[in-house]
Structures are given as C-alpha cells and as structure tokens.
C-alpha cells in the first residue's frame, strides 16, 4: 500500500508492487521466447536471439521484450478481472458456423462502431441497401486481410493484383506477397518527419506506371510511426480507391489508441460521405472493408478479437471463402470481449483514456531521456499521438555502413538491434523496415511497466548507447559482459 502512494499510476490498481509487475513481464518475455526444441526454433529470429541470451546466463538482467505488442501486465485491469470471473454459457463452446460472429455477438459490435464512428446518421439516412454489417471477428485481422486478398486474386484471374501500401507499415506486404500480390510501397520518410508527402507519393506512383489498383490500404493512426495521418492524405488514398475502382481496406486497429486530446481522424466516416456523393456508388459499396482490432486498445492482443465492418454482400463472400481453409474457434474470447463491451463499457471507455494518456507520457519521458542522456537529436526520435510506438534512428556509426559496406537499410536495421540485445538484454523490433530504403530505424514497444521502461533506458545508458557512439556494439562477443566499447 505504502508502496503505491509512492507511485500513483494507472496500473497500481492491479494492487501490485512495481518491482513485481517488471518481474511479471520478465516471466511473460521468457514464456514467449523459450523454445527447448533447436528445429522448432529456427522459424522464430526472435527465440532464437533469446536462445543465445539465455545461454550465456542472461548477462545484463532478464529480457526485455519489447519487439510488437507484449501486454504482460498492461491489460485491462478490469478486463483481466472480468476473464479471472466469467461464467460461460454452454453455447458458447461449440465449433464456429459463421467466421463474422453469432448474431448477438455481431450486434455489441455494431453499438460499438455506431458510437465510436459516429455512424448513426449515415444509417438513419441512407437507403437500406446502403446499410453496412459489422461482424465480430475472432482469429486476427491478419485472416480476414488475407481471405480478402484471395477474394481480389479471384477476381483478377489471369492478371496480377496491385495493392497499394506504404513503408513503413504494418506487415501488409506479408499478408498479400504470400499471395503472389504485387505491394508497392508509398514511402513515408524521417526526412518529412515521417508525415506523408503527397507530392512525394504522386512522383512515386508516376515512377511505378501503375496501371490497375487492386486494394489500397489505409491506416490512418499509423503503425510504426504513431503518426496520424490527415483528411487530406486519407481524401488522396480515398481519390485513387475511386479512380482505379480498386478495393479499399481501412485497418483502423489504434483508432483507440490515440492521444485523448488530439482529435481522431475518423477515416470510414469520411469514406461513407465521400460515397454518398460517386457515380458508381453501387460497385464501391461493396469494396470496401473496415478491420478494428480490440485487442490494441485494452492491451490484450492474445484475445484476437475485432469489429469488422463491410457491406453485407463482401461480408458474406469473405465468409464463404474462410470456410475453404479453416474454422475460427474464437467463440470465448469473442464472449469475453463482447460482455466487456456491453456489460462493463463505461469501464473500457475509461481505460482507454488513461492508457493514451499514459502512452502520451511514456512517450514524453523517453524522448526527453534519450535526448538529455543518449545524445539523440530531436529528429532522431519518432513519436506521434497515435499507437503505442516510439521509433528511433539507428547511432551514425551503424548507418555509415550504407555507404561503408553497402548494406541495406534493413540489415542496419537489424544489426543495431540484435547487437544491442546482446548488450543489453532488450529485445525490440529491428528488421521492420524490411521492404526499400527508407530510414535506418527500430521499433519500441511502450506497452509495459513504467518501471521496466526505465529499466530500458538505464541499460541503453549503461551500455553506452549513444547517437554519436564512436564504435558499434561488440555483437555476439557482447554477450561476455565485460567487453567495453569506446563510447
Ligand atoms: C496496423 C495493424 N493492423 C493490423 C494488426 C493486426 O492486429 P490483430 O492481429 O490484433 O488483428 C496490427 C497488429 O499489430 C497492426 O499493428
């Protein structure tokens, strides 16, 4: 108790003293990372980084993970206590018919996304054949990005499809390249800050001769550089949506998780009014998806629950191409988190406001601490008001081995982060940049402890990270702790 007056944060209602929270996510890193089997290993870069780590008797303290999205201990606290008490309905525990959800389930939903996208205006005033679904979706974005790519492929028959992304970006090219899809790549660049330059994606797309659009994707409040984007840049990726008559995938997963006093741009509002208004509405209608993944915004990304919005006919056609290659046998975390959104919404509500406004602060804190202590220059450092993100630039010494040694921005990239792992102990997400030469940067998750946080910086500081670092880090050979690098 005496310990929480200490330090009166947000996650003290978990009743837990801090120092036992940074050994929970320890205990969370090590269960995700450990994996006894040396074959099973290979396909996991991540385990097998720990597994070197590891053996060498974790020389600088337990791993740190924070690489994508660990929540080990950041979820909810009213949504973990609400998992720790549930009582099941027997209907639940049955196989999936429907990949979209039971009715009830689909119904929570679309309250939820009604609220959140002020929508019930459109509804009450467009004609019923305009009228969208909302399915409740329970196996990760990722399938239902995927059964729409194979969707487009169908169509496309003997042609390849063009989806149009950006980089850096989520890992869209993953999804769709594994579909044999062609993903060009709108680049967004630390030279503009990492905001879009129109001009710059006009000059680009001039460059690629693009004949057809196939899917164009949107990600407004924009993961990795937690920037987010404006009307004018959504309205530009809207206009070539329209002019190519391509499909439009509106991945809104950190539409929550967004500086409370900075306003959302609220992209499939702004979609559904530009529909009103085209000739060919009829055909757009039913190209055009929306994915709000929950589990960002109340930290529980293991759920893989989401809201997905489209109209009813694409919804049924996405459903009917799930059942080609498997069940979704989500129906208990879809329970879950549709009682927590029907039962305990003024508690969600509230989480969510705190939680941004922690992630505003973290993201204040980092920035002041790597600039102050770390010699980063400003633009070094990426931080905007959306996701739960901080990016920063791999030191000098690391990028003039473009030049030096011809490397590509990604092997950089990934150079720096896995030797820096090695000489600290934290794992982050090094190899993102991974489709063309845009910036030397890495990936840091924000989604744990205040405390494991600053236990990441005193060993960044320790270990003498610094921008101007004359010397990389040792490697592999840092894992003998007492190799010192000349700072
Ligand atoms: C921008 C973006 N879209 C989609 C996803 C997929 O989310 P989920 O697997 O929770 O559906 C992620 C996950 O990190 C993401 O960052």
Request: a neutral charge; proline letters at 4%.
């Amino acid at each position: 108790m005496e310990e929480e007056q200490k330090n009166p944060r947000l996650l003290d209602i978990f009743k837990l003293p801090c120092a036992k929270r940074v050994e929970l996510h320890y205990a969370g890193a090590r269960a995700h990372l450990i994996n006894s089997s040396d074959i099973l290993r290979q396909s996991s870069q991540e385990q097998q980084l720990y597994e070197k780590y590891h053996s060498a008797g974790e020389p600088y303290g337990p791993c740190i993970y924070s690489s994508k999205g660990e929540h080990f201990t950041e979820v909810a606290p009213k949504l973990k206590k609400l998992v720790e008490n549930i009582k099941f309905d027997l209907k639940y525990f049955g196989y999936m018919e429907y990949a979209y959800g039971l009715e009830e389930h689909r119904q929570i939903m679309k309250t939820i996304i009604l609220r959140d996208h002020q929508l019930t205006d459109y509804i009450n005033t467009v004609p019923i054949e305009y009228h969208f679904e909302v399915g409740c979706f329970m196996n990760s974005t990722r399938l239902c990005m995927y059964d729409l790519g194979r969707l487009i492929v169908q169509e496309c028959k003997d042609r390849k499809p063009y989806v149009l992304s950006f980089e850096p970006g989520w890992d869209y090219a993953g999804v769709y390249e594994s579909l044999n899809m062609e993903v060009l790549h709108l680049p967004i660049t630390h030279k503009t800050e990492f905001v879009p330059d129109l001009n710059e994606w006009t000059k680009y797309l001039d460059k690629q001769k693009v004949k057809h659009l196939d899917l164009v994707i949107i990600n407004t409040q924009h993961n990795p550089t937690g920037k987010q984007w404006t009307s004018d840049v959504v309205n530009y990726l809207i206009d070539l949506a329209l002019k190519y008559h391509s499909y439009l995938l509106i991945d809104d997963a950190y539409y929550c998780v967004n500086d409370p006093r900075i306003p959302v741009v609220n992209t499939v509002k702004l979609w559904l009014e530009r529909l009103k208004y085209i000739q060919f509405k009829d055909e757009m209608f039913n190209r055009w998806i929306q994915t709000r993944p929950f589990g960002k915004q109340f930290n529980c990304n293991a759920m893989g629950v989401a809201a997905v919005t489209a109209s009813p006919t694409l919804m049924s056609r996405l459903n009917h191409i799930y059942w080609d290659h498997h069940y979704i046998n989500g129906c208990l975390n879809a329970e879950i988190m549709c009682q927590w959104l029907k039962d305990h919404l003024h508690d969600a509500d509230e989480f969510i406001v705190e939680n941004c406004l922690e992630l505003t602060r973290k993201k204040k804190i980092i920035r002041e601490f790597m600039e102050k202590e770390l010699g980063y220059p400003s633009n070094a450092i990426c931080t905007g008001p959306s996701t739960s993100y901080l990016l920063f630039q791999a030191p000098t010494v690391y990028q003039q081995d473009k030049e030096k040694e011809n490397k590509s921005i990604s092997d950089i990239t990934e150079d720096f982060s896995n030797s820096l792992f090695y000489s600290t102990g934290v794992m982050l997400s090094g190899k993102l940049f991974s489709h063309s030469d845009v910036s030397p940067f890495v990936r840091l998750h924000l989604g744990s402890d205040c405390d494991n946080l600053e236990e990441i910086l005193r060993r960044f500081k320790q270990a003498g990270l610094n921008y101007q670092m004359k010397e990389k880090f040792p490697g592999e050979k840092g894992l003998k702790k007492n190799v010192k690098i000349n700072k």
